[in-house]
């Protein structure tokens, strides 16, 4: 975590009456800047209050109901505060509409997600040497802005 990105997080556990060493991530959503400017900024609006991530068995370091992170923007700068509310492993083709939905992208239908996601997660999986499938277990999150 760079300078100006601690900084933020430190001046949020102030104002927050959160201690300052409490446990952040801090990521930027998508695999381009692009992506990354557009999901922060609906993430700011209050848009999109959850995500879809490829779930890696044996890693141990998912995400848990509680936890907070920091939206960056596709140039690293923080944008918002959000805390994790909802937590589960799901196989891709389970993934709600209602989960779609709350994504906040495009039209919001799940037809929309479902193509842009296979997409994503085709590339993603391709890149780690991996053929994408149906089943895939996934971590779905939803969370809440709080800042």
């Not at 089943?135 to 809440?144: S, Y």
């Amino acid at each position: 975590m760079d300078e100006k990105v601690k900084q933020f997080w430190y001046n949020f556990c102030l104002k927050h009456n959160l201690a300052t060493d409490t446990k952040v991530d801090a990521w930027a959503f998508g695999s381009s800047k692009e992506d990354a400017d557009e999901l922060a900024e609906l993430v700011d609006k209050g848009i999109k209050t959850a995500t879809t991530s490829e779930y890696v068995p044996g890693y141990e370091d998912i995400s848990n109901i509680g936890d907070w992170n920091i939206i960056l923007d596709g140039q690293g700068e923080p944008v918002c505060v959000v805390q994790d509310k909802v937590v589960e492993i799901i196989p891709y083709n389970q993934i709600s509409a209602e989960h779609a939905y709350h994504e906040g992208e495009g039209d919001r239908s799940y037809q929309y997600w479902r193509k842009i996601h296979d997409q994503f997660f085709e590339e993603e999986f391709k890149a780690n040497g991996q053929k994408f499938y149906p089943q895939a277990p996934m971590v779905c999150e939803i969370f809440e802005k709080v800042e």
